[in-house]
């Protein structure tokens, strides 16, 4: 048995991002860069008008006020006709490229035309005017040669729009981690089944499939592991297609001993067996090198809420680094007890609860059906309370932390 | 110009749910269920022992102890051979079947071996036995016939684990919304061009269809309008293929008025042009009856906050309603200002801020670059702040209301 820290580490040390592919911008959402993303061009492209307006020198505006001759009119998208000069004015709209030579633009509210001898006249008032207002300039938002976006920053919704102004229809990104689940048990059967006298169905694996999905990676589901050694090693060798394969049951008190020898035979070395945290003493680490690179093998427990947490605690992790994320500590919260606890275990314990909102105030509710809730009763889990190692008696209103899904 | 309220319960009464469709369990994780799920099981589907020990009568232990014979072993999956009597024990694995006749378990650690004239015999010390401890009796969790879950639940891990245990392999699920989105702007040219003198790139289009992704839809990008009616009309209609349409861009003040005219042309109703919120003063919606069912235009001002914001007040909804979700508003949280913010405006208005941890508390700071963010500076955020409408001088410290991304 190991802490969980060493735990942790040994699965960092192991994992590394995949090979990096290129995708095209409208599939790279949620992905993580593989490069450095550079700027081609100076964002805004001109010095770009904020506002509807008219542009104008600054110091034409003495006492806040003064006429002016309109000599064009720009839309966005327009390119200016001439530069301005003193007196004169241009008619800008938001978004529009201002012209040479003006350094202001006066919102259209504080203007009056005034159209003398078919002249168009404007007359403007804007007493507290400050050069350069309701303009950004060119290059304000992003220069030419700059990193905008550097490699190994996740790519959400708007890094999709900067990498579009920066002119990239593809980019560099790592792959999603694959990973495939084979459920072992004698007892268990297929949902397609209809369980007999000490059968269950296989609930576990088909779950962990949606949190693979749920944590950024492609799940496989290979089914149940069959009980003879050539199916079981048929199987197994199927799942180092993947880059890990989670093996989710009782392996390691298998009566027949069938999977560890098959492991072994598999050449798949024992990096851990057993962490010190609960549930999860029974969780294990192995690694093959493989001839498309190193594949890994976890030990899950085949409980529902002894998966969930080694799945948060250990294969998530796991999924995020294959994935390119720097690491990261999942984000947690401190927040009051609604219940008592009594802790009496010698490792930490992760126990699923439920975050409510009580008179404005968030509470932790521990989820629990006679000592071990079922999936229905974990269905509605926020997160994992956490209870450091000893005899404790939690009251309600003591302060956890939570680590939140 | 409606208020928000008005605008949201517009688009709300006009959004339904598709048409169900049936997909295997492995692909159902995200959507939101379009059927009530019934168990055909009782689950556990027998006595379960939840820890390794003794199955045992409690009324045998009396005083808290007693001598037993060992009758049998029973692991998950076995089928405990015969009914317990008086003075009997079964020795059980935990998930094991706990044999009709017992009501209590004895954990292994409080047992002795002590087999006497080759008859297996234990002594068991429990001083504080309880019947039924360590056992989670037949359908404690599920019972055949019971609702597990109803149409409209929204479909995460643990549920997938449930829906396999009481034997669905495929389920009844609302699909995802389809969304295509149109740039529509004379200055704009594609990602794969280089911008000249008064153009930019459209980078708003693209940030949209990552939106979409994001929030559960999937996205067509349309590209940019082209400049002809009888093409732009082409591309609107391509656009009604999907369930809805996002035009973006500088609809109604297009200089030429051809965008509403193709609108007007191609028979869609305007629902309502400008809602009272800041930005989002331009947001309109329109609506088609269309030979595959109700057709939606939104119209999305072009710049990135404004359209980050629309999205985030009026499309959104609008794709969780056509999801099936029920109607429920966004996370908000309340937190204090690290800025000062000097609201103006007659509308309330919404300010994308990010959430910073000071000293260990949440803190709201507003992102801005001289008034309009960009989209680098806009893809720190982690929320849109909600101001009231109204003149006022918020301080730094004073709390506010943040709608959470």
Redesign the interface.
Known sequence: MIEMEQALAAIYQRTEPRQAERLP??QA??RVLAEDILS??D????DKA?IDGYAVLATDLRGGRGNFMVIDEV??????CEPLQSGMATRV?A???VPRGADTVVPADRARMDDADGLPLVHLEEPQVRPGQHI?PRG???HRGQT?LAQGHR???????????V???EVLVHPQPRLSVLAV????VS?????G???????????????I??AGGQ?V?RGIALDTEPELTRQINQGFQEDALILCG?VT?D?TDRVPRVLRDLGVERVFQGVRVSPGRTFWLGALGHARGRRFVFGVP???VSA?VCFHLFVRPAITALAGYPVDEPARIQAQLADEYRQTGEHPSYHPVRLENQRGKTVVRLLD????P??????S?SGLAVFPAGQQDFAPGQTVSVMCF
Not at 156 to 164: D, T, V, Y
Not at 369 to 372: I, Q, S, V
């Open positions: 911008l409208s959402v949620g081609d061009i964002s805004p492209p001109y904020l839309r966005a998208g327009d390119i200016p709209m978004g529009a490229s950004l304000a938002s992003l905008v790519l959400a919704a708007i890094e999709i729009g900067i990498l579009a102004e002119g990239r229809l048990g004698d007892q268990l949902a397609a089944d209809y369980p006298v000490g059968q269950s169905r296989n609930s576990t694996g088909p779950m962990l499939g949606a949190l999905q749920a799940a589901d009782s008190s009566a085949d409980n529902p969930l059906a006679r000592g071990m079922d999936l229905k009763t974990l269905a889990a």
